[in-house]
């Protein structure tokens, strides 16, 4: 008996130092687990953090400063805000923006759209097509530049030599003029991106199941209604994301203004991304810079919130 009454508290003994060893172990794990984690994502957060965010905090102090880089930056609070509201070739540059992007985002769309529908067929030689309509994307803006310019010359380009053969005795200036600058930068920005949401627009074709269309076609839709009842549901998602991409890059639209028309003729193709660059790195207002730059980010910021809405609206 008095063995048994020994034993028995010695296995219950055991039992309790046991039940934490599960607990234990099982946190281990999950610190080790949290451990990799952080190992995978501590490079990328780090060059992330390095190059994005931390600019990022710094542009929203810079921007309520008087800074030009050779002299101690002064505090001035809203004052740089204040100047941009009477600026006018601020709101010239902000018109110019919205004007471009109203222009490029449908356009680009439609023709990638366009192309995207077209290619996606099996066509001979469509790997080729498919890699010309992309190669744009890909071609040093300079040599783009230099081609265009050519194109649109005025006298001797070939764009309005074949508009004077179909008998428009005086055809446009194009980048000389400063009403066709603009929509000439929207002409070639859009042949230059539309490789790139043609890609887009083929990937989401793919997922768009060919039971729908035949179902469709059974039903008697034609191409038209297949296409609009169909198709296009289907490649909503794709259709979302490309608006958003396209919209934020408009409105970022840089490089290819500065080598075609740097702005002119007058301010015609002045745009918000130029404005910033010629304040900051031209004339040294680097605090009056960064409040432009906070005007654009915060643009582009609600725009793309819009779109979320409207897109979770349609889809609610």
Not at 279 to 303: D, M, P, R
Request: with cysteine; hydrophobic share 50%.
């Amino acid at each position: 008996m008095a063995t048994i009454a020994d034993t028995r508290p010695r296995a219950s003994n055991t039992g309790r130092d046991r039940g934490p060893r599960p607990v234990r172990r099982r946190s281990r794990l999950t610190l080790r687990s949290t451990l990799i984690g952080w190992s995978f994502i501590l490079p990328n957060f780090l060059g992330f953090a390095a190059l994005t965010l931390v600019p990022v905090v710094t542009l929203f102090y810079m921007s309520m400063t008087n800074w030009n880089v050779f002299g101690s930056s002064a505090f001035v609070g809203l004052a740089n805000f204040q100047r941009l509201i009477g600026d006018g070739s601020f709101r010239i540059a902000l018109l110019n923006t919205l004007y471009y992007a109203a222009l490029h985002i449908p356009l680009t769309m439609i023709v990638a759209l366009g192309l995207a529908l077209l290619l996606n067929n099996k066509l001979r030689g469509v790997a080729f097509f498919r890699t010309a309509a992309f190669f744009p994307y890909i071609t040093s803006i300079v040599a783009i530049a230099v081609v265009w310019n050519l194109l649109f010359s005025p006298e001797y380009g070939p764009i309005n030599e074949i508009l004077r053969f179909f008998g428009l005795q005086n055809p446009p200036g194009w980048l000389t003029s400063s009403e066709w600058a603009m929509p000439a930068v929207v002409i070639i920005s859009t042949w230059r991106d539309m490789g790139y949401y043609m890609i887009l627009f083929l990937a989401g074709l793919q997922t768009v199941p060919r039971e729908l269309h035949e179902a469709a076609r059974v039903d008697g839709a034609n191409v038209w209604q297949r296409f609009v009842n169909v198709t296009l549901p289907c490649l909503r998602p794709t259709t979302f994301f490309v608006t958003v991409m396209l919209t934020i890059n408009s409105f970022k639209i840089f490089d290819l203004i500065l080598v075609m028309t740097q702005g002119g003729p007058g301010q015609s193709t002045l745009v918000l991304s130029q404005f910033i660059y010629q304040k900051g790195f031209q004339e040294n207002q680097f605090g009056y810079a960064s409040a432009a730059s906070i005007v654009l980010f915060l643009l582009c910021i609600v725009v793309t919130l819009v779109q979320f809405f409207l897109n979770k609206k349609r889809d609610a």
